[in-house]
Structures are given as C-alpha cells and as structure tokens.
T-cell receptor, first 117, second 113 residues
Framework: GAVVSQHPSWVICKSGTSVKIECRSLDFQATTMFWYRQFPKQSLMLMAT?????????EQGVEKDKFLINHASLTLSTLTVTSAHPEDSSFYIC?????????????FGPGTRLTVT | AQTVTQSQPEMSVQEAETVTLSCTYD???????LFWYKQPPSRQMILVIR??????QNATENRFSVNFQKAAKSFSLKISDSQLGDAAMYFCAFWGGSEKLVFGKGTKLTVNP
C-alpha cells in the first residue's frame, strides 16, 4: 500500500517550452502533496505544498509563476514548469500524505528527471 | 526555523559490520517526528525508520535502530550486519509544527564487500 507514481520518469524539452509532471497516489487519498527539487549529490529542497482544492503554498525563493502546481483531486497533483530554461534541469520528486496525524509519514514518488536543452 | 545537521558527508563500512550515522537537529518544539530516509541509486526515497519525540523508547526496524537523545537533540541511525544493498544516501529529516519535512544534507554510505 501507499504507492505514489510520477509521470514521466524523465523528460527532455527545449528551452522556452512548458512541461507538466504528474504525481498520483495510487491506493490512498492524498490530502496534501509536496513537490521537491533535488540537484545532483544534494538534499531535497521543498518547493511547495499543495492541499486538494486549495492554492499551493510556495517556499521562499520559488517562482510561483514558473512552477505551477495544481492539486485538483485527492489522488492527483501536477507541476508545470513554464518557459523552461536549462537552469530548470533537475530531479523533481513529489510526495503525498494521507493526513493521518499519528504517522506524519510522506510517501515519495520515484522522481522525474527534467533536462532542458 | 528548524535545522537538521548531518556532519558526515560520507561513511564506509565493511559488509556484516555495524555503522552509525549521526544527525543533530535544532528546534524549540516539544512534539515532533524524526525520520531516516534511504535514497539508493534509483533515487526512490525509502523510509527506514521513524521516531516520535514523545516516545522515550528508541525505534527499531530489523537491522536498523536509532539512538534518540531528546535533550541533546541527537538522532543517530545504527545499521547492524551491513549488507551491500544498504549502500545509499541516507537523509535525516524533521517534521514539526511547520507541517513539512526538513532534511539534512545527507550521508553517503558505502558498503565494502
């Protein structure tokens, strides 16, 4: 149980285009989803937190107009990188929480490698 | 703001031996959760072990155990009988009132055969 999928697992796009990454909770309802960015050999950096039906809360320094997050249902959140540039190339990871307070556990997706050429 | 410090960028251990990874954190909260996550080369984050701050008993999961020292704000991970499959990045993480995980910078564990 508690499986989170991401699609695509890797994507290459041209500079100036937009790319959408999907994060799905397959066997539970995710009241909260988180989006992280990870550079090579570094830790996870939280980009934003999204609750179903609400606007995402972005971390300081994250451009909300560049990284559009939508959490339209209890099983799906999407991250759209708009007008991508080579510096947006990174590994993006989502995680989902069922909201069960006693665990505080997040379930992580397998990640999406984005390369912008 | 909470901070999590992993002072060992890299560690190595011989297969079948025991290794301890260090983690310290800074918080003024009394109720929180601590986690150790493993990230193998596949980059899938895997929960290794969880500790609730209100519990005095150290958490254990098979070969993995923690030494939780609340007053010292220390949360070390001990891996016993190390296996080749334990080789990975290990991240210590804190969850408190901010309702988000705060990660340390990670420790790369190498297991030598």
């Amino acid at each position: 149980g508690a499986v989170v999928s991401q699609h695509p697992s890797w994507v290459i796009c041209k500079s100036g285009t937009s790319v959408k990454i999907e994060c799905r909770s397959l066997d539970f309802q995710a009241t909260t989803m988180f989006w992280y960015r990870q550079f090579p050999k570094q830790s996870l950096m939280l980009m934003a937190t999204s609750n179903e039906g609400s606007k995402a809360t972005y971390e300081q320094g994250v451009e909300k107009d560049k990284f559009l997050i939508n959490h339209a249902s209890l099983t799906l959140s999407t991250l759209t990188v708009t007008s991508a540039h080579p510096e947006d190339s990174s590994f993006y990871i989502c995680s989902a929480s069922s909201g069960r307070a006693y665990t505080r556990e997040q379930y992580f997706g397998p990640g999406t490698r984005l390369t912008v050429t | 703001a909470q901070t999590v410090t992993q002072s060992q960028p890299e560690m190595s251990v011989q297969e079948a031996e025991t290794v301890t990874l260090s983690c310290t954190y800074d918080t003024s909260e009394s109720d929180y959760y601590l986690f150790w996550y493993k990230q193998p080369p596949s980059r899938q984050m895997i929960l290794v072990i969880r500790q609730e701050a209100y519990k005095q008993q150290n958490a254990t999961e098979n070969r993995f155990s923690v030494n939780f020292q609340k007053a010292a704000k220390s949360f070390s991970l001990k891996i016993s009988d190390s296996q080749l499959g334990d080789a990975a990045m290990y991240f210590c993480a804190f969850w408190g009132g901010s309702e988000k995980l705060v990660f340390g910078k990670g420790t790369k564990l190498t297991v030598n055969p």
